[in-house]
C-alpha cells in the first residue's frame, strides 16, 4: 500500500512516496483503520523539513481519519463500518497532562498517518462527529482539540466573555467558532484585509490588521473600552506575547499555543505579573477531552473551514503551500 516517508536529511523536497507492506489484521485490543484523510498541523510541518528532529524514515501526519475495516479480539466501543478520527496523544486518556514530549505522538516520535491503513490499539482513536467527512474529521486531533482545549477546558469560557485570536490557522479558526457557539464576542487579527474579511463572515465581531497596526495590542483595549480581553488564544509565541499581555484584561487567561515566531525569546514578566494574567501553557488535550470536544460539535453544528486538499502523492506541495501562508483554514491530504 502507499505511503509518504521522510528523507535523510528531511526537508519538504525530501518526502518520499514509497510502497509498503499491508499492517494485517488487528491482534486483541487492536484495530484495523483504512485511512481516508489527514490534515496538515505546523507541528508537522516542524518534522518534516527537519526543524523537530524524527527518525529518518519516519511516516508523518498526526491526524488521521478513516473507516473502522475490522475489529480484534476484546475490542468494546467499535466496530467494523465506524468513522473514526486519530488522537495526538494516544496514551493521554484521561485527567491532567501526562506527558511532555512527542515521543508517543503518531508522526513523530511513531509512525503516522500518511498511509493508507493502520493497525494499532482502539485508544488511538476516538469516534468521528456524526455527519463529518473524513477530511472534516481529520482537522480535528491536532487544531480542534487544541483550541477547545484553550477555551473550554483550560479556559472555562462562559458567555459574554470576549475572545482574541490571532491569524487564520486552524487553531485560531476553531477558536473563532467555538467562542462564538458559546456566546462570547471575538476579536480577530491578520495581516491580510481580504482574510479579515473572511474573518467577519465566520463571525468575529471585531477585526485588526497587525501589519498595519504593530501595537495592536493597544488597539484590542480600545475596542474593550480599555478593560482587555478574557481569553487570547496565543499562537504566535515570544514575537506576538508582548503584545497579547497587552491585550488582556487584568487577571485573563493567555492559552501559550504556538511557536510561529520562534521557540525561545523575552517575556515581559513584569506586565504579565503586574497584570495578574494567567499564561497557560498546552499541547492539545486528552482523550477524553477529545470525546468532549466531538459532543459539543454535533450539538452545535460547528464545521472546520478547510482552505484546500491535495492527495497523497502531493503532501509536499501541501507543504509548500502551507509554508507560502495563503491559507486560510485547514489543508487536508487524502489518500
Same mark, same amino acid.
Given at each position: 500500500?502507499?505511503?509518504?516517508?521522510?528523507?535523510?536529511?528531511?526537508?519538504?523536497?525530501?518526502?518520499?512516496?514509497?510502497?509498503?507492506?499491508?499492517?494485517?489484521?488487528?491482534?486483541?485490543?487492536?484495530?484495523?483503520?483504512?485511512?481516508?484523510?489527514?490534515?496538515?498541523?505546523?507541528?508537522?510541518?516542524?518534522?518534516?523539513?527537519?526543524?523537530?528532529? +524524527?527518525?529518518?524514515?519516519?511516516?508523518?501526519?498526526?491526524? #488521521? @481519519?478513516? &473507516?473502522?475495516?475490522?475489529?480484534?479480539? !476484546? $475490542? *468494546?466501543?467499535?466496530?467494523?463500518?465506524?468513522?473514526?478520527?486519530?488522537?495526538?496523544?494516544?496514551?493521554?486518556?484521561?485527567?491532567?497532562?501526562?506527558?511532555?514530549?512527542?515521543?508517543?505522538?503518531?508522526?513523530?516520535?511513531?509512525?503516522?498517518?500518511?498511509?493508507?491503513?493502520?493497525?494499532?490499539?482502539?485508544?488511538?482513536?476516538?469516534?468521528?462527529?456524526?455527519?463529518?467527512?473524513?477530511?472534516?474529521?481529520?482537522?480535528?486531533?491536532?487544531?480542534?482539540?487544541?483550541?477547545?482545549? +484553550?477555551?473550554?477546558?483550560?479556559?472555562?469560557?462562559?458567555? #459574554? @466573555?470576549? &475572545?482574541?485570536?490571532?491569524?487564520?490557522? !486552524? $487553531? *485560531?479558526?476553531?477558536?473563532?467558532?467555538?467562542?462564538?457557539?458559546?456566546?462570547?464576542?471575538?476579536?480577530?487579527?491578520?495581516?491580510?484585509?481580504?482574510?479579515?474579511?473572511?474573518?467577519?463572515?465566520?463571525?468575529?465581531?471585531?477585526?485588526?490588521?497587525?501589519?498595519?497596526?504593530?501595537?495592536?495590542?493597544?488597539?484590542?483595549?480600545?475596542?474593550?473600552?480599555?478593560?482587555?480581553?478574557?481569553?487570547?488564544?496565543?499562537?504566535?509565541?515570544?514575537?506576538?506575547?508582548?503584545?497579547?499581555?497587552?491585550?488582556?484584561?487584568?487577571?485573563?487567561?493567555?492559552?501559550?499555543?504556538? &511557536?510561529?515566531?520562534?521557540?525561545?525569546?523575552? $517575556?515581559?514578566?513584569?506586565?504579565?505579573?503586574?497584570?495578574?494574567?494567567?499564561?497557560?501553557?498546552?499541547?492539545?488535550?486528552?482523550?477524553?477531552?477529545?470525546?468532549?470536544?466531538?459532543?459539543?460539535?454535533?450539538?452545535?453544528?460547528?464545521?472546520?473551514?478547510?482552505?484546500?486538499?491535495?492527495?497523497?502523492?502531493?503532501?509536499?506541495?501541501?507543504?509548500?503551500?502551507?509554508?507560502?501562508?495563503?491559507?486560510?483554514?485547514?489543508?487536508?491530504?487524502?489518500?
Amino acid at each position: 500500500m502507499k505511503a509518504v516517508r521522510i528523507g535523510s536529511p528531511a526537508s519538504v523536497a525530501n518526502l518520499q512516496v514509497v510502497e509498503i507492506d499491508d499492517p494485517g489484521q488487528p491482534a486483541a485490543g487492536e484495530i484495523r483503520v483504512r485511512i481516508h484523510a489527514s490534515s496538515l498541523n505546523f507541528h508537522d510541518y516542524g518534522v518534516v523539513s527537519g526543524n523537530l528532529p +524524527a527518525q529518518a524514515g519516519r511516516i508523518p501526519m498526526a491526524d #488521521g @481519519a478513516g &473507516v473502522v475495516e475490522s475489529v480484534g479480539e !476484546g $475490542v *468494546s466501543g467499535f466496530e467494523a463500518g465506524d468513522h473514526v478520527v486519530s488522537c495526538f496523544f494516544p496514551f493521554w486518556e484521561n485527567g491532567p497532562p501526562a506527558i511532555a514530549d512527542f515521543s508517543t505522538t503518531p508522526g513523530d516520535g511513531v509512525d503516522g498517518y500518511a498511509r493508507e491503513a493502520v493497525v494499532l490499539p482502539a485508544h488511538y482513536f476516538t469516534r468521528a462527529p456524526q455527519g463529518y467527512s473524513h477530511q472534516e474529521a481529520a482537522t480535528l486531533t491536532t487544531a480542534g482539540l487544541t483550541a477547545w482545549r +484553550a477555551l473550554v477546558v483550560d479556559g472555562q469560557i462562559r458567555a #459574554g @466573555a470576549t &475572545v482574541l485570536v490571532l491569524g487564520t490557522g !486552524g $487553531v *485560531s479558526i476553531f477558536g473563532l467558532q467555538l467562542a462564538k457557539a458559546m456566546g462570547a464576542s471575538v476579536i480577530a487579527t491578520s495581516s491580510s484585509d481580504a482574510k479579515l474579511a473572511r474573518l467577519r463572515e465566520l463571525g468575529a465581531d471585531e477585526t485588526i490588521n497587525y501589519r498595519e497596526n504593530p501595537e495592536w495590542g493597544k488597539q484590542v483595549r480600545q475596542l474593550t473600552h480599555g478593560r482587555g480581553v478574557d481569553h487570547v488564544v496565543e499562537v504566535g509565541g515570544p514575537g506576538t506575547l508582548p503584545q497579547s499581555i497587552t491585550a488582556c484584561r487584568i487577571g485573563g487567561h493567555i492559552a501559550l499555543i504556538g &511557536v510561529l515566531t520562534g521557540r525561545a525569546g523575552p $517575556v515581559p514578566t513584569a506586565a504579565l505579573m503586574a497584570r495578574q494574567q494567567r499564561l497557560q501553557g498546552l499541547i492539545v488535550g486528552s482523550r477524553q477531552e477529545q470525546l468532549d470536544m466531538i459532543r459539543a460539535l454535533e450539538v452545535t453544528g460547528i464545521k472546520p473551514v478547510i482552505d484546500s486538499t491535495f492527495s497523497l502523492e502531493k503532501l509536499a506541495d501541501a507543504f509548500r503551500h502551507e509554508e507560502s501562508g495563503a491559507h486560510f483554514g485547514k489543508i487536508c491530504v487524502t489518500m
